[in-house]
Antibody, heavy 126, light 110 residues
Framework: QVQLQESGPGLVKPSETLSLTCTVS????????WSWIRQPPGKGLEWLGY???????NYNPSLKSRVTISVDTSKKQFSLKLKSVTPADTAVYYCARALGALYCSSTSCSKWFDPWGQGTLVTVSS | QSALTQPRSVSGSPGQSVTISCTGTSSDVGGYTSVSWYQHHPGKAPKLMIYDVTKRPSGVPDRFSGSKSDNTASLTISGLQAEDETDYYCCSYAGSYTWVFGGGTKLTVL
């Protein structure tokens, strides 16, 4: 059974960098895409980005300048860094495996997120 | 990239059917056959219910079904049960290897 577990500080000061790690068990990290998704209090879900085991990445255009996602296959972990945080970055952060087609075309991209971690609340406050 | 539009809430009585809509644009929902739906009990991990618009993962009851027409995708839950009461989110591929979620819908079983 594939399980994902987020870990990292629950409190980050404004202007600092938020850092989270997701540990994967029950599956090889050297396949699939691995994503970060967040949910601010009282709001909907927001896709942040993904990393492939090769290290290739892609990010939500609205956050692209602040987000970095990386993978450490030896530790079966992938990580999120979000720099220059503000209180608007307060959210529950989830990691998830992205299943489906390896590549996307101009008309099709079969991918979905399963499973997800339990999520970790990160509060941005001084 | 704007969030997909979902009704904030829907409700139905046990045994009835409800449909949750998810409206996007031709750049996301309308442009691809990659819509998925997630059930989210607060405090727990979101659970995949539907992928590729209409497909159900193993273990998901056939009471849950998905469809799409133009820029709007829909999740229909038939034979409502008390345990279906929670939040539901849609997600669509939005091109250039990016994804967008909906704002979420709270389902109340009366």
């Amino acid at each position: 059974q594939v399980q994902l577990q987020e870990s990292g500080p629950g409190l980050v000061k404004p202007s600092e960098t938020l850092s989270l790690t997701c540990t994967v068990s029950g599956d090889s990290i050297s396949s699939h895409y691995w994503s970060w998704i967040r949910q601010p209090p009282g709001k909907g879900l927001e896709w942040l980005g993904y990393v492939y085991f090769s290290g290739s990445t892609n990010y939500n255009p609205s956050l692209k300048s602040r987000v970095t996602i990386s993978v450490d296959t030896s530790k079966k972990q992938f990580s999120l860094k979000l720099k220059s945080v503000t209180p608007a970055d307060t959210a529950v952060y989830y990691c998830a495996r992205a299943l489906g087609a390896l590549y996307c075309s101009s008309t099709s991209c079969s991918k979905w997120f399963d499973p997800w971690g339990q999520g970790t609340l990160v509060t941005v406050s001084s | 990239q704007s969030a997909l539009t979902q009704p904030r809430s829907v409700s139905g009585s046990p045994g009835q059917s409800v449909t949750i809509s998810c409206t996007g644009t031709s750049s996301d929902v309308g442009g691809y056959t990659s819509v998925s739906w997630y059930q989210h009990h607060p405090g727990k991990a979101p659970k995949l219910m539907i992928y590729d618009v209409t497909k159900r993962p193993s273990g998901v009851p056939d009471r849950f079904s998905g469809s799409k027409s133009d820029n709007t995708a829909s999740l229909t839950i038939s034979g409502l049960q008390a345990e279906d009461e929670t939040d539901y989110y849609c997600c669509s591929y939005a091109g250039s290897y990016t994804w967008v979620f909906g704002g979420g819908t709270k389902l109340t079983v009366l």
